[in-house]
């Protein structure tokens, strides 16, 4: 029901993004989303791809320090106000979004949004009942 994120914390120093996407270039790993924060000394990459264990053990294997994450992924109009909706509901429902990022499906008319809560469970159940569609990992690569 949820999908792999994989989290991988990179130095901020010139040519380091480019070293990170060329590693994923050459290994011919498929990202489907990549989001990026950073602070002075260090950036935390966010990637979904298709194969996210293969990759998070590949990752580890050439001394990237990663972690894998799981993340709600939800499906909305891709029309203005529809992220405001979904984070009303959330809010309404006294739910903490630690982070938001947002991408555009494959194919679709459709924003897929990926956040990061504390109790999945419990979003989902919110979602679910508001008729948000979910995404799953499966469902990410069909995209």
């Not at 489907?32 to 002075?40: G, L, N, P, Q, W």
């Not at 630690?98 to 679709?108: D, H, N, S």
Request: hydrophobic share 45%; glycine share 4%; net charge negative.
């Amino acid at each position: 029901m949820y999908i792999n994120q994989i989290s991988v914390f990179i130095e901020n120093k010139p040519g380091n993004l480019a070293k990170f996407t060329n590693f994923l270039a050459e290994n011919r790993i498929d990202m489907r989303a990549f989001e990026i924060a950073d602070s002075t000394d260090f950036g935390i990459i966010r990637i979904i791809v298709d194969k996210p264990l293969d990759t998070l053990t590949l990752l580890k294997d050439n001394d990237w320090v990663c972690n894998l994450t799981q993340v709600i992924g939800v499906k909305i109009p891709d029309k203005p106000g529809s992220m405001a909706a979904a984070m009303n509901i959330l809010a309404e429902a006294d739910v903490s979004v630690e982070y938001v990022y947002t991408f555009l499906a494959r194919g679709t008319d459709d924003a897929l949004m990926i956040f990061r809560v504390q109790d999945n469970d419990k979003v989902a159940a919110i979602l679910k009942k508001n008729h948000i569609t979910m995404i799953s990992q499966d469902d990410l690569v069909k995209m």
